[in-house]
């Protein structure tokens, strides 16, 4: 390369080249080159900060050598000096020395309590991060440093109290502390995420879990470790799975009340504990480590000590943790044994205390002060008894302590103003509406005590003042108080609810008794108001919680109307304007996500139960079209509701009135109610996977009505009481439903058919002998499957029932063969016949331009005027009989001489008369249709006056 193609040299390339230049000079000479290394302790950087070197292996080996293993004084000197040594902390390199030394004084300390100081030290020094000398230390000893640190939860085998202290002061700090601020020399302190991730992916949560039973006798030691344990479990997920795995859930609840403890520090750190397990780690598994005897005593007592002995806010905010302890044990485990322990009794005597009386010692001198943490409790034990009642046997318990009457006391509207000394109106309501959301489960499973407090007397009152006029502005606080601020939503929703739920248990005495209060028309007056947008003054479109309630209110009717037809005679024509108003809902709000797919379900069963049965509500129901809306919705629907809604529209068409309805019915593009059935039909097969031909047709000889799921499955034999799958076939899809159907509006004559339709219709009139026959192979199928041969007759009988079904099918087949092949000869001659209207269309249409040509012609020559006007004539004479009839004597001519015109003319012509409203005179006002000469309003002449125009004088002189 040319010397003037190089690239410059900068200033600093230039000194390292010289600087080069001269070390080689130098080397060349033998002049010998001094570096100068100026370390950082030399000028002062890292004063007493540096680590001196020294060597662990050789205290190791001093420990542990059988000729210095008793030399107990210079063990301890060297200790003493490695602790001094490392006084900023442990090399991670150094870890698996450090603690191997830990390990060996931990062997002695037993024997020699001396070696308790110098392993305090080193405990002490492990609370410091460990130092690493480089980055990628942290990454290459992390497996080091965690086993290291799982040694340090393993020390606490160790029985000397100060260690074990030191132990969780050291793990504390470790994962707690952040560190300091010092510089030392080589070295770098991790910081304290490490630390926290060192931790978690060690096993020292579980270590500390188990090594409670070791320390179970020393209060200060148990409450050193409760602490660490809570501050583990405060933010970390994998430390809480950590101490349920080992069975830190059962260690800390069978001891609550074992450890002699004033200050009440034990009992706080274990269900501060919990708290943090319940947040951060499985609530399942920690319900099952406390589903014993053992815990749920020890949680009784414990809130038995706390609600009756505790007086302090902390003491009170301990007893509502332990009531939500035991309402998640509850929820989860029903089976815990509350009632054995006999806590469900005394949580029964708290719950009802203020409003039932009760000489229970336990609450004879019980009260509970105006403040936010009873007003918790308060609602605790409410929510207690709903997580209880899961567990049948503790419903004779609540039963014996009347919850439902206490719960009953609030369902009334003049309470608030007497509940305000103790209560003020806010919490009250809160407490109101829990109480009610609690009636809707414990009342259901309490019918007797329900009876007695008069539940549906106290209900249908209570939903009377709901939907009053009376002046009240709701709160709205709580859960179940959403949407009822400023009204009286949030009472009318919990009781409907509750109402709903009683209906539903379908027991005679309660649907009696709500029968005779006049549950049923005062239903519907609430449901009108509520469609109506009236309740409340309401005028917003309708939100969840209104589509809630009038879904509740519509299971609630259907639930009491439907095995009495008098109750359905009461629901009546008011009940069902109502219901008509749900099934003219849109179509679109169902994909709103506010419930509407499960309001038109329970319109769909209210139809169903209120209405069908009762002969004069079904005629009213016809009168307003309700057949129509539910062919409409069978039409627009999704397919999950067809089910129901041909359910609800069989069960109609015993009503012989519905017949015409069907007949005259039509939907989307002119189609009948026969047609929709058939495409219902054909689609209800696809999606089962029944294999048809192109045109609907049987495919499958043997199996004409086999579904993809039933050909999956193999014959499996089956007890006498367990329905096969050829049974369960016919309640899981829509065939047998609209089989029946068409059994009722019949097979021949239907309209609106297409000839697709004329073949699946075919194999809907013979399901019921193709289903004999897959029941009767299916029954072969299981007798070979278990060898097991019939008798001669058996089998004869078999072989004669499959064969004649077999015959069947092919009949069938064949006159499913000859409607095809009518159809497409149909089809033939109807394309025949489109094409000879379009060829008559194109003639007609040639024919009027020829015609329309010749017209201009004959108008616009005379010549092709007269040699029209000949052949006219030619015409004529041709269709005469005689040749010379023109020179005949009784020959008249019926022409005008000499008028060259096609038209013809005779002598005598038509003159229409000029209107006698244009010329006037005494016939003026002459009526002919009338014969009278009353006036008569002519348009354009509403005045004798008013000048012609002269487009009418030029029509009156064409006119004459």
Known sequence: MAADTLPPINTCQQNTFVRNSTQQECMRSGVPIIHHVIADQDIGLFKDSAVPPITLAKVVKLLTDPHS??????????????????????????????????NICADRVQDVPRYAEPMAEF????????????????????????????????????????????????????????????????????????????????????????SLSLVGDDP??????????????????????????????????????????????????????????????????????LNNTECISQLRDAFLEQTTQGTSCSGHQLRNDLLVVASLVASVCSDAPFVETGFVKQAAVFATFEEVKSHNALVKHFRLPKNSENFEFKKLLINLMVQLSRNPAAIPVMSEGRVLLALFSYVTSNEIKKASKTWNPAQYEEIQLHAIAALSTLAPLMVEDYMVCQGSTRLLLFLEWCIGSDKYCGFGNG???????????????????????????????????????????????????????????????????????????????????????????????AGVNVLVKFLKMDIGLLSSGLGHFGLLVSAINCVWCA????????????????????????????????????????????????MSHIAVWRGKDNISAPHLFCE??????????????????????????????????????????????SIVD????????????????????????????????????????????????????????????????????????????????????????????????????????????????????????????EFLARTSSYKHLKAAKQKQNSAIDASRVQTNYKSTANFHRTEVPKVNITAFTGRSITVESTPAALTGGALVNYDPQTGTLEPRFIRGAESDDEELEPDDILECSKLL
């Open 730 to 853: 016919v309640s899981e899809n829509l065939r047998a439903k609209l089989y029946s159907i068409f059994n009722k509006i019949g097979f021949v004559e239907l309209p609106g058919l297409t000839g697709d339709d004329h073949v699946t219709l075919t194999i809907i009139e013979h399901y019921l002998d193709f289903k004999m026959g897959e029941v009767w192979t299916e029954i072969i199928s299981e007798l070979v499957e278990e060898c097991i041969r019939p008798i001669t007759p058996d089998r004869e009988a078999m072989e004669a029932i499959s064969s004649a079904i077999n015959i069947r099918t092919e009949q069938i087949v064949e006159v499913q063969k000859d409607l095809i092949e009518a159809q497409t000869q149909q089809d033939l001659i109807d394309e025949q016949e489109f094409y000879a209207e379009m060829r008559e269309r194109r003639r007609l249409k040639e024919k009027e331009l020829h015609s329309f040509a």
């Open 220 to 289: 200060e030691v148990r409450l050193a470790v409760l602490d660490l344990l809570r501050l583990l479990s405060q933010c970390s997920a994998s430390n809480c799975d950590k101490i349920l795995n080992g069975c830190g859930a059962y260690q800390l609840c069978s001891h609550l009340m074992d450890v002699d403890d004033p200050t009440g520090k034990v009992l706080f750190n274990s269900i501060d504990i919990l708290w943090n397990l319940l947040e951060n780690g499985s609530a399942e598994l920690l319900c099952k480590q």
């Open 611 to 658: 209405v069908v049965g009762c002969f004069d509500v079904e005629d009213y129901f016809l009168e307003k079209d309700g057949v129509f809306l539910l062919l409409d919705l069978i039409e627009s629907t999704p397919h999950s509701l067809h089910s129901q809604i041909l359910g609800c529209f069989l069960d109609l068409t015993e009503n012989q009135k519905t």
């Open 479 to 573: 859960f179940h108080a959403v949407g009822g601020c400023g009204n009286k939503r949030a009472q009318l929703r919990r009781t409907l609810r509750v109402i709903r739920n009683m209906a539903s248990t379908y027991c005679e005495t309660v649907l009696e008794d709500l029968t005779e209060q006049g549950a049923i028309t005062q239903l519907v007056s609430v449901l009108d108001c509520l469609t109506a947008n009236r309740c409340q003054g309401k005028s917003a479109p309708d939100d969840a919680i209104d589509v809630e309630m009038q879904t509740d209110i519509l299971v609630a009717i259907a639930s009491i109307c439907q095995h009495e037809i008098q109750r359905k005679e009461m629901f009546g024509k």
């Open 69 to 102: 293993a008793n030399l107990c004084d210079r063990h301890i000197y060297t200790l003493n000096k490695v602790a001094k040594h490392y006084k900023n902390g442990f090399i991670m390199k150094d870890l698996v020395l450090v603690f191997r030394i830990l």
């Open 123 to 210: 405990l002490r020094l492990c609370s410091l991060p460990y130092l690493k000398e480089k980055e990628s230390d942290e990454l290459a000893f992390e497996q080091i440093a965690i086993e290291s640190t799982d040694q340090l939860g393993y020390l606490m085998r160790v029985p000397e109290r100060c260690l074990q202290l030191q132990i969780c002061d050291t793990l504390r700090r470790f994962y707690c502390a952040h560190p300091s601020q010092q510089r030392i020399e080589k070295y770098k302190q991790n910081s304290l995420t490490y630390n926290q991730m060192l931790v978690e992916k060690s096993d020292v949560a579980e270590t500390l879990t188990k």
């Open 680 to 725: 219902l039909w054909r689609e209800e097969e696809k999606r089962l996977g029944v294999i048809r031909d192109k045109h609907g047709a049987i495919a499958d000889l043997q199996r004409p009505l086999l579904s993809r799921l039933q050909d999956c499955q193999a014959v499996v034999p089956l007890p006498a009481n367990c329905p096969s799958q």
